[in-house]
């Protein structure tokens, strides 16, 4: 591919990663007369504006999973992939309206804090590994991983050494800036983000078209592939086979079931998503971050499903292919290697937009890898270093302790990249995978915040056995064919049984003496907050009735 990058594509390239290492060093400086303390380092003052909240939490999760991987779902799956962004949108609001003012009333660092608080130190330490496990081995190294990919297939430049540039570039910045330089950087990057994946849509729409317009395009696919647009997957094909997508996405029960245990952990309990809502200036301005991200989340579909769907009738048709000449044919999408249909299609932009495009995933790729290396950071640096390391450490101790954390992080996370290698579908292998650990973590915070008879025996025990749970769930669904979602739903619901049991069995049916008051006045939120609430909840509605 290295022939399709030409001159302006390099400077457009080099010019946003100029942009952004500048950008990020710039909101990294110490002011005048004042040191930068943990405050400055991992919650950036709480000082961020709502604006700046909402396209960093856009930033900060869409990624290369979501670009690469969810567009390799898009060519396999189709549209109902997008039921992981189009409830997600749901999610925000929920997580707004019923987590944050919870969360920010605490004043809290890091999600493990809470535990600390509501539960014990022990609790939180346990969750910690858990999360900094998590990743470091999971997410970081996947990141990194199909960011490699799109560059090898890309620019043809050998994937070890890709890695290697990414998680150089991520950490210009965010190692010495911290949470400040990462979120304001996001800003930027959503900029690219969205004007780069358009453009790949464009062009993927106007190439099934043959030249004849977006909107012919559209309608061209929809017409070749109408399978591809069914939010709600049957679980048998016409033929009465076994429909291998529904192992995915499995019906009617992606509404009802195990997504809400991904969206619920990953937007109300994920330290790098919710970070940047605790580095609000206040809980309105962090209320009308998460609209906005709710309202984001609605139309990133068309940026990284629709481009993989039209690859896949691209891929299809032998007369568009015909008209693509010899490049059409190097690194083709197919169905056992669906993750190369992005990058395969970047590599038919026009000179210029092209670079567009590559900053655009650039963007994608480094702004998550920030993000992950500073929440990796804060948990250790807050949760484990200051808790049992060195309790009286100094703000510059802590700051250069966070530092170092989040690279050894990264330098882990580059070594086991590349073992992820020959993985299809890696977005569907984060979310499987993140389902081991997240549906035990749901179940302590969810009980955690609104039972008050929770106890802390029963938290941690909960979260111990969720793991062996899962995992003989995960045996017996690999056994049966059932989908996964079904397994990250029920080790959820066992493990709160589970808990509910044991602090029954503690408390003899009191209130725990750490539980947390709830009151109607807590969860008030303002006029403009519930409209747009309203708003999303029916824009979300309509397109499950139309893509039905």
Known sequence: MTNGFHFWDYAVFIAYAILILGVGLWMSRDKSGHEKNAEDYFLASKSLPWWAIGTSLIAAN?????????????????????????????????????????????GLYTIPEFVEKRFSTNLKT???????????????????????LAIETIMGIDMMYAIICLALFAAAYSLYGGLSAVAWTDVIQVVFLVLGGLATTYLALNTVSEGQGVLVGFHKVLDAAPEKFHMILDEFNTDGSKNT?????????????????????????????????????????SQKGILLAAFLKIIIPIIVVVPGIAAYVIVSDPSVMAGLGEAGQMSLPSAGQADKAYPWLLQFLPVGLKGVAFAALAAAIVSSLASMLNSTSTI???????????????????????????????????????????IDQAFQFIQEWTGIVSPGILAVFILGLFWKKTTNNAAIIGALVSIPIALILKFVKNESLEPWMHQMGLTALLTMLVIVIISYMDGKGKDDVKGIPISRELFKTSPLFNIGAFIVCLIVSVLYCVFW
């Open 62 to 106: 869409i990624s290369a999973e979501q670009f690469i991987g969810m567009s390799g779902s898009g060519f396999a799956l189709g549209l109902a992939i997008a039921s992981y962004e189009w409830m997600a949108a749901i999610t925000l609001i929920i997580v707004g309206k019923y987590f944050l003012p919870i969360f920010i009333e605490k």
């Open 126 to 148: 346990i969750l910690a590994v858990f999360w900094i496990a998590l990743y470091v081995f999971v997410n970081l190294a996947s990141v990194l991983y199909l960011g490699g």
């Open 245 to 285: 997508n529904y192992l995915d996405l499995p019906g009617i029960w992606v509404l009802l079931g195990g997504l809400w245990v991904a969206n619920l952990y990953y937007w109300g309990f994920n330290q790098y998503i919710i970070q940047r809502t605790l580095a609000a200036k206040s809980l309105r301005e």
């Open 380 to 422: 250790f640096t807050m949760d484990i270093f200051k808790q049992y390391v060195n309790p009286e450490a100094s703000d510059r101790v802590t700051v250069n302790v966070g530092r170092i954390s989040a690279a050894v992080a990264l330098l882990i996370a580059v070594i086991m990249a590349p073992l992820l290698g020959g």
